[in-house]
């Protein structure tokens, strides 16, 4: 059992001890339970995450099932660096598919997502997650317009967060990044990486029982 053992520790000995701590439990082959607050050390060191919530079992699985298909809004947001933008949409089925709207962008849905979330009674409005890393800067096309709010450079990528209306959607790019803070640029989302949940219940409405 280990909780918390690293939290005292700074930066680059916590980075050292993550990987003894996780090649001497593989060596040793026993079964250990790591408690932690932070996400890069469950993602980093676990075969199986446990994601917990005021006392309540959120997800458990491994970290790639946890990162690739989160079950809740919880999940989405805490598991994942930087996290996952999250941005309200009306859900829309019309003659040619499915759609997210919102009063700047309408994006449309794949179709196998579209009918999972229908299957799954998606209400009017939800809530669509896509990570920094599935946005990209484009110079023509796009799905939406939104304006350099500030630039955070992170070595090899910069982490930019633009705004529009009155949300905000973080984009990792590759450094050095070219924009200027007040620019306004074009985002192009992967469509294939769009997250669905539904604001009541906070549950993807992708998931498949």
Request: net charge negative.
């Amino acid at each position: 059992m280990f909780d918390e053992p690293l939290s005292n520790l700074d930066a680059k000995l916590r980075l050292r001890m993550r990987g003894e701590i996780k090649r001497l439990q593989e060596d040793l082959g026993i079964t250990s339970v790591y408690v932690t607050h932070d996400q890069v050390e469950a993602m980093t060191m676990a075969s199986r995450i446990a994601v917990m919530n005021k006392g309540v079992l959120q997800a458990y699985g491994t970290p790639e099932q946890l990162y690739e298909r989160p079950d809740t809004l919880f999940v989405a947001g805490f598991i994942g660096a930087p996290p996952m933008n999250f941005i309200s949409a009306t859900f829309v089925k019309g003659e040619e598919g499915y759609t997210l709207r919102t009063s700047s962008f309408a994006i449309p849905l794949p179709e196998e997502k579209g009918r999972v979330a229908e299957a799954n009674n998606a209400p009017s409005q939800v809530i669509m997650g896509i990570r920094p890393e599935d946005v990209r800067v484009v110079s023509e096309g796009g799905d939406i317009q939104a304006e350099v709010y500030v630039v955070e450079p992170l070595g090899r990528e910069d982490l930019v967060t633009f705004k529009f209306d009155q949300e905000e959607i973080r984009v990792l790019v590759p450094a050095p990044f070219r924009g200027q803070v007040g620019q306004v640029m074009r985002l192009e989302l992967n469509k294939d990486k769009i997250h669905l949940f539904d604001p009541e219940t906070q549950r993807s409405l992708l998931r498949r029982e």
